[in-house]
């Protein structure tokens, strides 16, 4: 399990992290969501040992981050920081080490993953000769060279095209069933939504949604109301009390409604509609609850 107790970050006087605590259970995918500066990078450094709270304190399977603890850590970070005259090979090799991996064992696993990750002509060219997407696969892999069994990903698909991000969810899915506890962060909520059973989201350092997502969205009042029929009034739906929204994309409707109790009245005046062809009352999504939270489009952020 990964504890993250009371942890307050300062650069200077100004307070990065403020008093955030989380914990990830063994196999669990946890989400750190936030605005650009929330904190999420520095949490990270914090959990990986390379900042020190000046208070609160983090433990991973009960012990305090050290270097014996870090050789059991997976890194991914957010910046491009990958030594780029290196060769592919030279770099993992370099990464690998440093986890006191044997080189056998290294050169055996990057060749597993160059293969898995369909860039096995890149392992002799220089980390800059590779496009931002390909840089991002040996990201990924000099965190998994040493087989983690905690994977700290700081916006793991950023730069991706859709099949990569498929290939990275397949092995981050793959790493959760070996048991290994993962946390990671991503601006796109959707990722989120549907990889985690918890988060935290920050905002200026400190929590401010933290738990089981389904809780967080059961506690959110808030509903949407899908339709598609003909006619519909957007005035006469806005004048119904409890209604704060009602919007078209393409064909359907979106009508925002205060809470579930609204959607009865709503229904009376749909079915008088022409031609229905939908009805559905949904929760909200985690991205409006987020901007209605944070009170800015986190996915613009
Ligand atoms: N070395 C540093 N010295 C001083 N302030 C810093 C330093 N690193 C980060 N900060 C500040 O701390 C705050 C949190 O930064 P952090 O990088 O953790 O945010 P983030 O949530 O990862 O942001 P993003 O989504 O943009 O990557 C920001 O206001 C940032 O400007």
């Known amino acids: 399990m990964l504890e993250v107790k009371n942890v307050t970050l300062k650069y200077g006087d100004f307070t990065a992290v ?3 605590s989380f914990e990830v259970e063994k196999g669990e995918i946890f989400g750190l969501l936030g605005t650009n500066g929330a904190g999420k990078t520095t949490t990270f450094r914090t959990i990986m ?53 044997p080189v056998k064992t290294i050169l055996e696993r990057l060749d597993y993953w160059l293969k898995r990750f369909n860039i096995v002509d890149y392992k002799m060219k220089k980390i800059k000769e590779l496009s931002k997407g390909n840089q991002q696969k040996i990201q990924f892999i000099s965190a998994l060279i040493n087989e983690p069994s905690l994977l700290v990903l700081d916006e793991p698909f950023s730069g991706l095209d859709v099949i990569n991000i498929e290939l990275f969810v397949e092995v981050i899915r793959e790493y959760q069933q070996k ?36 809780d967080v969205k059961n506690d959110f009042k ?31 409707w ?27 009352v949904e929760q909200a999504s985690l991205s409006e609850i987020f901007i209605a939270k944070v009170g800015k489009k986190y996915e613009e952020a």
């Open 18 to 20: 403020d008093d955030l």
């Open 49 to 101: 040992g390379l900042l020190y709270p000046s208070s609160g304190y983090v433990r991973y399977e009960g012990d305090f981050v050290s270097y014996e603890t870090v050789d059991k850590i997976g890194y991914m970070i957010e910046e491009r920081s990958l030594l780029t005259k290196l060769t592919v090979k030279d770099l993992i090799l370099y990464f690998g080490q440093l986890k006191n991996v």
């Open 179 to 214: 048991g290994c506890t993962i946390i990671f962060s991503s601006h796109q909520i959707d990722h989120v939504e549907s990889f985690c059973e918890r988060l935290v989201v920050l905002e200026k350092g400190k929590s401010v949604i933290s738990g089981l997502i389904k």
């Open 222 to 252: 808030k509903h949407n109301i899908k339709v598609i029929a003909d006619g519909l009034d957007a005035e006469k739906v806005l004048g119904i009390p409890g209604v704060f929204g009602c919007t078209k994309d393409s064909k359907e």
């Open 254 to 280: 979106t009508i925002k409604i205060e809470s579930e109790d609204v959607a009865p009245s709503v229904f009376d005046y749909i079915k008088t509609l022409e031609n229905l062809r939908k009805y559905d």
